[in-house]
């Protein structure tokens, strides 16, 4: 069957999540006047928040720990220390700032426009309801996409197929009309692929599997669709 619909991942897929993420905690840093060096911070956070949100996903932590923990052990690894009180308004502050950066990977709008002549372009992703819908807006992309789905709005988290058949039920469509874009292979190629959707890995890394077309830029989709 014709392909009709694609479904993007946003974060480190459509948005640049790396560097809009760099950008608040130097915001939050110039605010705060810390006496830590940035860089050593940021190395020391990202793999510590990278470990969380694999717990998040798993189910195995709440939405509040994953913002407390990943602050907390990034300080407790730097012996800095920080009150409790001060870690939680900096989670609310980083939650806050975060959406007001907006730079996409390369050529983004430029390849949704391109996709948005032949397809119905939608987003399913993990991120938090409050925060994804401001990203979208604010960094000019959300009038691409005809179907939002937060794993919140459902309940649960890709890889879960219940975000999935949420989705398609969405957009109107069936698992062979689609396709998903997305960076993880677990939450989104595996997810996508284990309830009928094809999938295109979206990643710098060699590919985990071979029989899934992968991408390292955004414009290679045009290969392909």
Same mark, same amino acid.
């Given at each position: 069957?014709?392909?009709? #619909? %694609? &479904? ?5 897929? $459509?948005?640049?999540?790396? !560097?809009?993420? /760099? @950008? ?45 923990r990943r602050l907390k ?29 907006? #730079? %996409? &990977? ?5 390849? $949704?426009?391109?996709?948005? !002549?032949?397809? /119905? @372009? ?74 009928g959707i094809k999938a295109? #890995? ?24």
């Amino acid at each position: 069957m014709m392909i009709k #619909h %694609l &479904f993007f991942d946003l974060d480190h897929t $459509l948005w640049d999540f790396e !560097k809009n993420s /760099e @950008l608040t905690f130097k915001q939050i840093f110039k605010e705060r006047d810390f006496p830590l060096d940035f860089n050593l911070f940021m190395d020391t956070y990202r793999p510590i928040n990278l470990e969380y949100w694999r717990l998040f996903r798993d189910d195995k932590i709440s939405k509040e720990a994953l913002r407390y923990r990943r602050l907390k052990d990034s300080f407790d690894r730097l012996n800095y220390e920080v009150s409790d009180e001060d870690i939680q308004q900096i989670a609310i502050d980083y939650i806050d700032y975060l959406p007001n950066y907006n #730079h %996409l &990977f390369d050529a983004a709008i430029e390849v $949704l426009e391109y996709l948005k !002549k032949s397809y /119905e @372009l939608h987003i399913i992703t993990n991120g938090f309801d409050e925060v994804q819908k401001r990203k979208l807006e604010s960094s000019g992309i959300a009038e691409f996409f005809t179907v939002v789905v937060t794993s919140e709005s459902v309940g649960v988290k890709k890889p879960n197929p219940k975000v999935f058949e949420f989705a398609l039920e969405q957009a109107n469509c069936e698992p062979s009309e689609a396709i998903m874009i997305g960076d993880s292979y677990e939450a989104d190629v595996l997810g996508a692929l284990n309830v009928g959707i094809k999938a295109i #890995h979206f990643s710098d890394e060699e590919p985990a599997d071979t029989s899934v077309i992968a991408v390292n830029s955004l414009p290679q989709l045009k290969q392909y669709l």
